[in-house]
């Protein structure tokens, strides 16, 4: 059988997919706490932007992260925070198959036909990450972009479609 | 020895991240090659949603947002099966859907199309698939609407569809066409799937799921990545 086709998220997918995030009156079966920070101490934030080939801010991107190792899902919009920043709380995953600890990431938004899928990985892993066969795939000058910054309260991830800094992306 | 492995995307019938006739991907789609990875466990899990209970009405877009009467427009039930490429069913899967009201008008803030809400249609709703792969729903026909990307433009009626299956490699993000829409020759968003794709998109007018003096029913059934046997790596 062939594969059904892609298609994009579109502008509108809000109400559907990240209701009580944007404030809708329907039960959202995911949102951006993979743990609940409250009551994990180990518990870290995690944020960023999503900027387009112009370097303007996307403001109506859907952003997933799976963390394989602690098996816990998250889902954001880029479309309530004034500064359109996606968030997520959880905790920085173990290793699997041997690799540095990273999660896994869906980008969706209008005016993608097709999902994209990248990785984040953390500044503060440095020697896992020098041994990542993933990251070792990656050409240097691109390993970055796929490495979230430490800062003080968190971790900070901007993915930019386009460009200079153009966020590696995977074929999976 | 042999082991299992996720297929690709099949690119033959998926859109590309460019397709300027959709205008938004000019500056949205990857410039740089997608580096392509071998799957590890991080691509061969993802989210399980069988433990979720569902809402009693969440499989109703006619009932689920009722404030003080009956959704407006033509009533239909969908239904159909999620597979896999081998044609093997998928059960416990979740499939999130959101759509335009029978006026062609979102619920969303964003929307500002001069069509009239519903107050008694929401316009989203989940199924799981049960243990057969089959799903079915109630909800009201979208209608067309306008949008900016050229000079007249309209998209055709249509239901957002968002699919997990086993793994994330299977994630599918999609829309649902219906029969016979003379919007689809001209919907760059359509016509961004390669030909041998697009009639995948179209659902069809199903009689025998279609409820005597109450709903016209469709089929439209999802096939998601599947696995093959490739020759085991050995050393």
């Given amino acids: 059988m062939l594969q059904t086709p892609s298609q994009t998220v579109g502008p509108y997918f809000a109400y559907g997919l990240t209701p009580e995030q944007y404030l809708y009156d329907f039960k959202s079966l995911v949102g951006n706490q993979l743990v609940n920070p409250l009551d994990e101490p180990e518990a870290i934030t995690i944020s960023g932007q999503v900027y387009d080939g112009n370097g303007n801010l996307i403001p109506d991107a859907m952003i997933e992260v799976w963390d394989a190792y602690n098996r816990r899902f998250g889902r954001f919009g880029t479309g309530t925070d004034a500064q359109n920043r996606f968030v997520f709380h959880t905790v920085k995953p173990g290793s699997v198959d041997g690799q540095a600890p990273h999660l896994s990431v869906i980008v969706f938004m209008r005016g993608q036909l097709i999902h994209a899928y990248t990785r984040l990985y953390f500044s503060d892993e440095a020697a896992a990450n020098a041994q990542d066969t993933v990251l070792n795939q990656v050409p240097a000058e691109r390993r970055s972009t796929l490495i979230a910054r430490q800062t003080g309260g968190g971790y900070v991830f901007d993915i930019h479609m386009q460009g200079e800094y153009e966020t590696v992306f995977f074929d999976i | ?235």
């Fill in chain 2, 1 to 235: 020895m042999s082991q299992l492995v996720y297929n690709a995307f099949d690119r033959d019938v998926h859109p590309p991240y460019l397709s300027p006739d959709y205008k938004s991907t000019v500056l949205r789609a990857p410039s740089k090659p997608l580096v392509v990875i071998k799957h590890s466990l991080s691509e061969l899990t993802g989210p399980v949603f069988g433990d979720i209970h569902l809402g009693a009405l969440d499989h109703d877009l006619t009932k689920n947002a009722r404030k003080n009467g009956e959704p407006l427009g033509e009533r239909i039930v969908v239904h159909g099966y999620v597979y896999d490429e081998n044609g093997r069913t998928i059960p416990n899967t979740l499939v999130e859907i959101w759509q335009a009201n029978a006026a062609g008008r979102y619920v969303h803030k964003v929307d500002q199309h001069d069509a009239p809400l519903d107050p008694n249609f929401l316009g989203t709703g989940r199924v799981m698939t049960d243990a057969n792969g089959y799903y079915k729903f109630y909800t009201i026909k979208p209608g067309a609407y306008p949008w900016g990307n050229h000079y007249n433009a309209w998209r055709p009626n249509h239901i957002h569809f968002s699919l997990f299956g086993p793994n994330i490699t299977t994630r599918l993000v999609t829309q649902m066409y219906f029969p016979g829409d003379p919007l689809l020759q001209y919907d760059p968003i359509f016509l961004g799937v390669p030909p041998k794709g697009r009639d995948l998109l179209i659902s069809g007018f199903d009689l025998g799921i279609t409820e005597p003096d109450f709903a016209l029913g469709y089929r439209f059934d999802f096939v998601l990545r599947g696995q093959k046997a490739t020759p085991f790596e050995t050393v």
